[in-house]
């Protein structure tokens, strides 16, 4: 069992910067891949981010390719989502999920836990 929690979500203008952190807990942090996802009202939930176990790969939805970097400090046990040139379609509550599965996950039925959500919304 692994529970997740993020922070770090808020109001930020149109161009600013973000760093979302996603905080687990139990001993096995460093045998899960983890991504980021969002769901804006009225969407279905988003791939956003992936990064692999020990961090050594990373993939990123077209949307935010070149303006958000995953990362992830295993003897922290913490994934972050550093978010940069932030834009209005951004905003979404913003989730963190840990995956099990070998093979890279963008869909939301490849990770196994979710956590509970973070608000970031970006004004205009």
């Known amino acids: 069992q692994v529970q997740l929690v993020e922070s770090g979500g808020g109001l930020v203008q149109a161009g600013g910067s973000l760093r979302l952190s996603c905080a687990a807990s139990?001993?096995?942090?460093?045998?899960?891949?983890m991504g980021w996802f969002r769901q804006a009202p009225g969407q279905e939930r988003e791939f956003v981010a992936y990064?692999?176990?020990?961090?050594?790969?990373?993939y990123y939805g077209d949307s935010v390719t070149g303006r958000f970097i995953i990362s992830r400090d295993n003897a922290r046990a913490t994934v972050f989502l550093q978010m940069n040139t932030l834009k209005p379609e951004d905003t979404a509550v913003y989730y963190c999920?840990?995956?099990?599965?070998?093979?890279?996950?963008?869909?939301?039925?490849?990770?196994?836990?979710w956590g509970q959500g973070t608000q970031v919304t970006v004004s205009s």
């Open positions: 990064i692999s176990r020990r961090g050594s790969s990373t």
């Open positions: 999920a840990a995956s099990s599965r070998l093979a890279l996950p963008i869909h939301t039925n490849g990770y196994d836990y």
């Open positions: 139990g001993r096995t942090f460093g045998s899960y891949a």
